[in-house]
């Protein structure tokens, strides 16, 4: 069982802040991690593996830094890692970066994809779909548990909005995993070792492929037009006084409104 | 890189470097340097004072492209049923693509897969000037294959210039499908639709970074600009009885699915979790404390006839179910009141509330940022506010 997990390096979002006066991002010293979604990914494929035997490689696209989180995937057990890395890339937006995922897969090839539902930079959640089109796969999306897997078959719960769907595929198949599916590992001292000098595989625009006009800001078929700060409202009021004050007159306030 | 600094015309201020999201620019023996996180999001171009940043790739358009493009007309909205229902997000598109299509003087289409007959006849009169239906049984349960399948040689038969699905499980699942055998953009999650009055282009606005900023994304090169919505972000359009329209049958020809949904499993929780249709929600979040801090919400979200919600952190703690999650990660919410009890206030739970009518925040630490959001503001312990909130509304209505 050849399975590959499509892994992505962001920034931890749960630590930015926003510089008040400019509006904008401060990024300085904030952590690049593996997206969270995607640690679960790389924990389902080792299972598996443990199951039926094969090998799991990570995947990212990305600049070189990527490869930090690459060989943190090597020290959770992954066999080999391969960054996907070349100036043509940059700028993606979901098509291309899925299109750029999909002819690396395909050189590599791949029984099983693992990705994580979303990233937490984009929060879109459209890579993993639109790399199994571009793959000619199906999918199945937010898979909570893996019910059965055989060499050709498997049968999972996929998470919907008052519970969840069963749903079987034939292989292969791409799937997007969210947190529910397991717990991830940490990585073993033997695993930290193995990070240490494992290689990491490059691969460039022409290793995969693939077509210029496909890839990177020029492949992109969305274009980011500009970026501002949220608006917050303005009118709050704040209600003083012992708790018995406070309850009347929030209560005299929504009266007035006539919300009560 | 996509976007470079011209040296020659750089004085190195450095307005730049606070100004980019991702930290992507540097500055190297006195000018900036745009390195490998740059997401090319422009931002800088427009902050540098000496115009000194430049895109390298232009985007530059042959005419016959553009011919294609003017081919592609109509405003086209996917109405999603469940067991033969069109879910609620639906006609909240109807009413956004209503206006959309009135802006660019087009017609707003809407396509039906799985049901028909008086779903059909309910999208019209939500806005819809013709819909396309299809309402073979193997529709019935929502398949990726089939759909993206289907509703993309719906999209080639009719040509619209723009797409819009509700960001529901099923609708973020198939739609990247689509879009990516229609070799076109598509904007996750928007919260805003505009029609560019000059080029006429879509404008997509969307949280990104876990609602940290906004962006406003164009697809002004591709047909159609395709964007997800979530549920309860856009209004209904008006419901007219007797408007009448063109309903389309159209057959599934062919189409095979890899994939076979064998069963729904239904978890509904014991209480009612039916976030998205309340008018009052009373949302628990750390400071609730457990699973009793929960039953003491739950008595006034009775009180009013409304739902419980929750931040992740209660969720993570087991106090309460996932379902009942609001936020980025769980469900966007606009009631009319939204109670915040104990709950901080971190991005990722604003974006999920945010746009609710009326925000009364309920918290210990008077620096809270959830203050920032809230319509009324009480510092105190919510085990003390609470019960005595819920006494004095049931005394109100005599309960
Ligand atoms: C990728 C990602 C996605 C996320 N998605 C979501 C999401 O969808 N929804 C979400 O909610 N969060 C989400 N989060 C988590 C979010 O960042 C915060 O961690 C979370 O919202 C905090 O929950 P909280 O406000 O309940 O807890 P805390 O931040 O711990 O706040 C508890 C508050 O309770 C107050 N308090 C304590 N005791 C009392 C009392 N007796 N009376 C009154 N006040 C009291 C405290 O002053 C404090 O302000 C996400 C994070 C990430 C990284
Ligand atoms: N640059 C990338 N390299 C590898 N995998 C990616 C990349 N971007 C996204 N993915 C995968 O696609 C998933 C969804 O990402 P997104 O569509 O950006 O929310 C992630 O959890 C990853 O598994």
């Known amino acids: ?260 | 890189m996509p976007v470079v600094v011209k040296p020659e015309k750089c004085t190195g201020c450095e307005t730049c470097l606070d100004s980019c999201p991702f930290d992507a620019i540097v500055l190297k023996e006195g000018k900036a340097y745009i390195n490998e996180y740059c997401n090319a999001c422009m931002t800088c171009l427009s902050v540098c004072p000496e115009g000194a940043i430049v895109e390298t790739e232009h985007r530059t358009q042959n005419t016959e492209h553009r011919q294609k493009l003017e081919e592609y007309k109509d405003v086209m909205v996917f109405a999603e049923q469940k067991d033969g229902k069109v879910v609620a997000v639906s006609y909240e598109l109807l009413g956004a693509g209503r206006r959309l299509a009135d802006k660019l003087g087009t017609k707003l289409l809407a396509v039906l897969l799985g049901a028909g007959g008086a779903e059909a006849q309910e999208l019209v009169r939500w806005g819809a000037d013709k819909v396309i239906v299809c309402s073979d049984p193997i529709l019935e349960k929502f398949n990726d294959d089939t759909y993206s399948e289907m509703l993309a040689r719906i999209i080639n038969g009719h040509k619209p210039s723009i797409v819009l699905a509700g960001a529901t499980p099923a609708g973020r699942s198939f739609i990247p499908r689509v879009a990516a055998k229609l070799r076109t953009g598509l904007t996750a999650d928007c919260t805003s639709l505009e029609i560019d009055s000059e080029t006429k282009h879509l404008l997509q606005v969307r949280p990104a970074f876990g609602g940290n900023i906004m962006a406003t994304i164009l697809c002004p090169n591709y047909r159609p600009q395709m964007a997800t919505v979530r549920p309860r972000v856009m209004k209904r359009g008006e419901y007219k009885a007797d408007r009448t329209g063109e309903v389309i049958n159209v057959d599934l020809d062919n189409i095979q699915s890899r994939t076979k949904v064998l069963e729904f499993v239904k978890e509904v929780s014991e209480v009612s979790v039916n976030l998205h249709e309340a008018d009052f929600i009373v949302a628990g979040g750390r400071g609730i404390g457990g699973e009793k801090g929960y039953k003491v919400l739950q008595e006034l979200a009775e009180a009013l006839g409304g739902a419980v919600g929750a931040s992740r952190a209660a969720v993570d703690e087991g106090w309460i179910p996932y379902s009942h999650q609001v936020g980025q990660t769980g469900k966007t919410v606009n009631p009319r009141i939204y109670i915040a009890c104990g709950i901080s206030g971190a991005v990722q739970h604003l974006v999920g509330m945010q746009s609710s009518d009326i925000i009364i925040a309920i918290n210990k630490n008077p620096e809270a940022p959830i203050f920032n959001v809230a319509t009324y503001g009480i510092v105190g312990d919510l085990f003390e506010i609470v019960p005595l909130l819920t006494r004095k509304i049931r005394e109100l209505k005599n309960l």
């Open chain 1, 1 to 260: 069982m050849n399975i590959i997990v499509c892994i992505k390096q962001v920034p931890d979002t749960a630590e930015i802040k926003i510089n008040p006066e400019t509006n904008t991002l401060m990024r300085e010293g904030v952590p690049s991690i593996i997206n969270p979604f995607d640690l679960h990914a790389i924990e389902a494929a080792l299972q598996i593996r443990e199951q039926l035997g094969g090998r799991v490689t990570v995947l990212t696209m990305g600049p070189p830094q990527a490869e930090t989180s690459l060989r943190e995937a090597i020290a959770m057990g992954a066999d080999e890692a391969v960054l996907l890395s070349d100036r043509a890339f940059a700028g993606a937006d979901t098509w291309a970066t899925s299109y750029t995922l999909a002819q690396a897969i395909k050189k590599l090839g791949a029984d099983m994809v693992f990705c994580g539902k979303q990233a937490i930079d984009g929060d879109t959640a459209q890579v993993g779909p639109e790399t199994a089109e571009f793959l000619g796969m199906p999918h199945i999306s937010y898979i909570r548990k893996i019910e059965e897997v055989k060499d050709n078959y498997i049968r999972v719960e996929r998470l919907m909005d008052e519970g969840y769907d069963i749903v079987e595929s034939s292989l292969p198949v791409l799937l997007t995993v969210v947190r529910e599916l397991n717990q991830p590992r940490l990585p073993s001292l033997k695993g930290k070792m193995a990070a240490k000098k494992a290689e990491i595989k490059k691969m460039g625009m022409a290793d995969i492929g693939a077509d210029e006009d496909n890839l990177g800001l020029r492949g992109s078929p969305t274009q980011v037009k500009n970026i501002f700060a949220p608006e917050v409202k303005a009118e709050r009021k704040m209600i003083e006084g012992t708790p018995e004050e406070q309850v009347d007159s929030l209560i005299r306030e929504l009266k007035e409104i006539k919300i009560i």
